[in-house]
C-alpha cells in the first residue's frame, strides 16, 4: 500500500509530525514500512507558459516555441507532439541540473538556438504517466509563471510503502491508513462532507432505469454526471502513477484515484452502455458462475472482479454513471475459487475487504469532479440496492483479554482504545465488556483479534516481559480415551471372531431412503459426488455392511461375522461416530461335535458376544427405526441407564431380497459408550447369600418394569438381582410367574436367616404395592 504524506494531508492534520516520526508509527502498530522516498524537482525548473507554438524551420518534428517564464522569455525547441496544445508546462532553464547528471545548457538544434528545456515527467525524475511533456493545470495549486517547480507541495511529495498483511483490507486506502494515524495521534479525521448541491434537478432516474434482482449479494450505488472532456487532471493522474497504477483511459485513471484514497470501489460507465428499448436501464443480476454482474447491452462487469472494456466510456461519451460497490470478501473469494476467471485491479481489494460505506465513495468521487474538471453536471438523487451490514457482538472477559496480552490493561484504556478505533461499546461491566467491530473491519472476529489491537495501539515496547512458563499438560486427554475405546473394542471384536472392515463415507443415496434411513438434507448434501452410486454421505454404517456380507456370502462362506467403527453423518452434516456389528449365517464353524450341521445363529447367542466386546448391557423393548429392522426381534441395548443403540434381526424380506442367511446386526452410538475405567470400591468380608423369589404378574408387564421397581426401592443389603426364570401355562390364565434371584450382603455382619426372610417379605411387599404381584 503506497501513501504518501500530502495525500494523508487531506484526511488528517499531520503539519507538525515528521516524515521518520510518521514511520516510526506505521512501523510500531503493525503497519511495515519497506520503502520510503522523498521526491524533490530539481532547482532551476519552473513554471513555463508557451506563448507561442510554430513549427521548426529546418525539421518537421521539431517545434520552436516561445516560453515565458517570469522575467524573461525563452526560445526553446522541443520535440513533443504534445506541446502544441500546452499552456502551462515545465521548463528546465540554463545550468539547471536534471536527474542522471543531465545538465541544461543553451544549444543549437537544427540550426535554431534553444535556451532551456520543456521537460516530461519522468526526465523530471517523476513516474511517467503521460507522453510527452509534461502539462499542467491547477489541480496542483495556483499556477504562477516562473515559480520553482519544488515550491509545489503537492509535486515535491514524500512516498511511505507499506506492507499489509492479507487480512488488513481496511488499511488499503488513503482513509484507511489516516483512520490508523488519528488513533494514535488523538486527531480527528477530516470527514468527506462535500456540501455542494447537485448542479441539476433533473433525477438520475430521469434519465436511467435501475433493475437489480432480489438475489443478489452485492451493495451498489449509482450517480450520474456530465463532462465537457474526458481528460483527468494533473494531480490525479500523477497521484494515481505515484500509487503504482497507470491507465491508458480516463475512467480506470479516476476510478482509481478514488478507491484509493477511500477504499471503497469505484468505476465509471458510459450512459451509452445501458441503452435498451426503454432508454437507459441498469440492470444487476447473478451470472452463470453466481458472480453479481451489471448489465446494459450485455455484460458489462462483475462487481468486486472485473470491468470490460464495452462498458467503459467511448470517446464520445459526455454523460457517466458513477459506481460504488462492495461485496463480502469471503463470498467472493470462494466464488473465484470455485469459477476462476480473469480479473482486474479491483479483485485485490474487494478479496481483502473493501468499505461498505459507498456514500463516502460517492461524496469524495463528487468533490474531486466538482474541484478539478470543467463544468461537471450532476444530476440528483442517486440510485442503490443496499442491504444493512450487522457484524456480530463480541464479549470479550477483561481477565481472558489480559491473559492473551500478558498483561493487565486498565479498562478505561481498552475501552478508548477500541472507541477510537471505531469499535461501538454496547456495554462495559466489571469484568467484561461487549463491542461490535466497525463495518468496515473485516478481520476482527475473536477475542485474539481484539487482543492484537489493543497491542497494536497501546504498544507492544509497553507489554512487560514475563518468563515463558511450561507446564506439562495431562495426556490422558479425550482424544486419548476415544482412541483407547476403540482400540480395546477392535481388540475385543476380534477376540469374538469378528472381521473389520473399512469403507467408504459416501453411499447411495437412494438406497438409504429406501431402507429407511434419514439423508443428507439438500443443501448439504454432495454438490459433485465421484459416482452416480456415491451421492451423498452415509447416514449408517449398516448398509455398506451389508454390502460386504453379501459379498462373502456370494463367494461361499458360510458365516460371516464382520465390524466396523467410523463417520456416519446425520441430516445437516453433523459428524458422529457408529459401532456396527454383523454376524449372518451359521452360529459356530462345522464340526464332528455338531456333525456338520451347523445351527444358524440365534439372538441370544448374539447378544452374548455384543456383552463381551461392549460389556454388561440390560435390554428392552425396541423401536423399528428403519426397514430393516425385524419387527419382532429388536431390543434397545442399555448401559449405565441410557440406550447406546440397538440390536435386532435383519428383516426377512431384505435377508431374501439380498440372499442371505439369517443374520443379526447390533448398531452402537459409539460417542454413548462409556469410556470410564474401572474404580476400586471396597468389598464385604461377610457372608452372601442367594435367595430366588418368586412371584406371579400379568403376563404382559415387562421384567423391565419389575426391575425399575427394585432399583427404586431396594433395601441397601441387596447387592444385586436378575431373572432366572419366567414361566407361563393355561394353570396361571392370564398371568406369569417370574424368579427373581436377589445376592444378600451385609458389610456389618452376617446377616440371619430371619433377618434374611423379612428382607425378602419388604421386597414382597413392595411388589406387592407397585405392581399387584403375588407370591407364587
Not at 5 to 20: A, H, M
Not at 485 to 501: D, H, M, N
Not at 544 to 560: A, E, M, P, S
Amino acid at each position: 500500500m503506497i501513501v504518501t504524506r500530502e495525500w494523508l494531508q487531506e484526511w488528517i492534520d499531520i503539519k507538525d509530525v515528521s516524515t521518520q516520526d510518521l514511520i516510526s508509527i506505521f512501523n510500531s502498530i503493525g503497519l511495515e514500512v519497506a520503502e520510503y522516498k522523498k521526491i524533490e524537482i530539481p532547482q532551476n525548473v519552473v513554471v513555463g507558459k508557451v506563448v507561442s507554438c510554430q513549427k521548426h524551420p529546418n525539421a518537421d518534428k521539431l517545434n520552436l516555441c516561445e516560453v515565458d517564464v517570469g522575467n524573461e522569455k525563452l526560445q526553446i525547441v522541443c520535440g513533443a507532439k504534445n506541446v502544441v496544445h500546452a499552456e502551462y508546462v515545465a521548463v528546465a532553464k540554463i545550468d539547471a541540473v536534471l536527474p542522471d547528471d543531465f545538465h541544461i545548457k543553451p544549444a543549437k538544434l537544427r540550426g535554431v538556438e534553444s535556451f532551456g528545456m520543456i521537460c516530461s515527467a519522468s526526465e523530471l525524475g517523476l513516474p511517467k504517466f503521460e507522453e510527452g511533456i509534461m502539462i499542467f493545470d491547477h489541480s496542483i495549486g495556483t499556477l504562477e509563471i516562473g515559480k520553482e517547480l519544488r515550491e509545489y507541495p503537492l509535486l515535491n511529495d514524500e512516498i511511505i510503502e507499506i506492507e499489509l498483511t492479507a487480512n488488513r483490507g481496511d488499511c488499503l486506502s488513503i482513509l484507511g491508513i489516516a483512520r490508523e494515524l488519528s488513533v494514535v495521534l488523538g486527531r480527528s479525521i477530516k470527514e468527506v462532507n462535500y456540501q455542494k448541491p447537485d448542479q441539476m434537478q433533473i433525477g438520475i432516474g430521469r434519465i436511467a432505469q435501475f433493475q437489480p434482482e432480489s438475489d443478489i449479494e452485492s451493495n451498489v450505488a449509482y450517480k450520474a454526471f456530465t463532462l465537457e472532456t474526458q481528460k483527468n487532471p494533473l494531480l490525479i493522474r500523477y497521484r494515481s502513477a505515484l500509487a503504482g497504477e497507470i491507465f491508458d483511459n480516463f475512467a480506470d485513471t479516476l476510478g482509481f484515484y478514488i478507491t484509493h484514497a477511500t477504499g471503497v470501489i469505484t468505476r465509471l460507465y458510459g450512459l451509452h452502455f445501458f441503452t435498451d428499448s426503454d432508454g437507459y436501464t441498469i440492470r444487476i443480476r447473478q451470472d452463470e458462475n453466481g458472480y453479481d454482474a451489471v448489465y446494459g447491452m450485455k455484460k458489462g462487469s462483475i462487481i468486486g472482479v472485473i470491468q470490460f472494456d464495452e462498458a467503459k466510456p467511448a470517446q464520445n461519451d459526455s454523460t457517466y454513471i458513477l459506481e460504488t460497490s462492495f461485496i463480502d470478501p469471503d463470498s467472493i473469494s470462494k466464488k473465484m475459487y470455485e469459477h476462476p476467471i480473469k480479473s482486474d485491479w479491483v479483485y485485490y481489494r474487494s478479496s481483502r475487504g473493501s468499505d461498505p460505506r459507498l456514500g463516502i465513495g460517492l461524496e469524495y468521487a463528487k468533490k474531486c469532479i466538482n474541484e478539478y474538471y470543467e463544468n461537471p453536471q450532476f444530476y440528483a438523487g442517486r440510485h442503490e440496492a443496499e442491504k444493512e451490514i450487522v457484524k456480530e457482538a463480541l464479549k470479550i472477559p477483561f481477565e481472558q483479554l489480559n491473559q492473551i496480552i500478558g498483561q493487565e490493561i486498565e479498562k478505561n484504556k481498552i475501552v478508548d482504545i477500541l472507541k477510537n478505533l471505531g469499535f461501538e461499546i454496547i456495554s462495559v461491566s466489571e469484568d467484561s465488556l461487549i463491542v461490535k467491530p466497525p463495518i468496515f473491519r473485516h478481520d476482527i472476529a475473536n477475542i485474539q483479534d481484539i487482543a492484537e489491537e489493543i497491542v497494536r495501539i497501546y504498544g507492544i515496547d509497553r507489554i512487560t516481559s514475563q518468563p515463558l512458563y511450561f507446564v506439562e499438560q495431562n495426556r490422558i486427554t479425550k482424544a486419548y480415551q476415544k482412541y483407547k475405546a476403540k482400540k480395546s473394542l477392535r481388540e475385543r471384536a476380534v477376540a469374538q471372531g469378528y472381521i473389520e472392515t473399512i469403507s467408504y463415507i459416501f453411499a447411495n443415496k437412494e438406497e438409504l431412503e429406501a431402507y429407511g434411513f434419514v439423508t443428507v438434507q439438500k443443501n448439504f448434501d454432495l454438490i459433485n459426488p465421484i459416482t452416480n452410486e456415491m451421492n451423498t454421505l452415509r447416514t449408517s454404517l449398516v448398509p455398506n455392511l451389508l454390502g460386504q456380507l453379501q459379498n462373502n456370502i456370494k463367494n461361499g462362506y458360510k458365516r460371516v461375522k464382520l465390524f466396523e467403527i467410523g463417520t456416519i453423518f446425520d441430516q445437516t452434516r453433523e459428524e458422529h461416530e457408529e459401532f456396527v456389528l454383523v454376524f449372518s449365517g451359521q452360529k459356530e464353524p462345522e464340526s464332528v461335535v455338531n456333525h456338520g450341521k451347523a445351527p444358524m445363529v440365534d439372538f441370544p447367542a448374539f447378544l452374548n458376544e455384543l456383552s463381551a466386546i461392549i460389556g454388561d448391557f440390560d435390554v428392552c423393548e425396541g423401536d423399528v427405526r428403519h426397514k430393516l429392522i425385524h419387527p419382532y426381534q429388536v431390543a434397545k441395548i442399555i448401559k449405565n441407564n441410557e440406550c447406546v443403540g440397538q440390536a435386532y434381526k435383519l428383516h426377512l424380506e431384505v435377508q431374501k431380497e439380498l440372499d442371505i442367511p439369517t443374520t443379526y446386526i447390533a448398531q452402537i452410538d459409539f460417542d454413548k459408550l462409556s469410556m470410564s475405567y474401572p474404580k476400586a470400591k471396597p468389598y464385604s468380608i461377610y457372608q452372601r447369600s442367594l435367595k430366588d423369589l418368586s412371584i406371579v404378574v400379568d403376563r404382559s408387564l415387562p421384567y423391565e418394569n419389575i426391575k425399575k421397581v427394585l432399583e427404586k426401592n431396594l433395601p441397601q443389603e441387596v447387592r444385586n438381582f436378575y431373572p432366572v426364570d419366567i414361566y407361563e401355562d393355561k394353570s396361571l390364565g392370564d398371568k406369569k410367574s417370574v424368579t427373581i434371584r436377589f445376592s444378600i450382603q451385609s458389610f456389618e455382619k452376617t446377616l440371619t436367616e430371619e433377618e434374611i426372610s423379612k428382607i425378602l417379605e419388604n421386597i414382597l411387599q413392595i411388589l406387592q404395592e407397585e405392581l399387584g404381584a403375588t407370591l407364587r
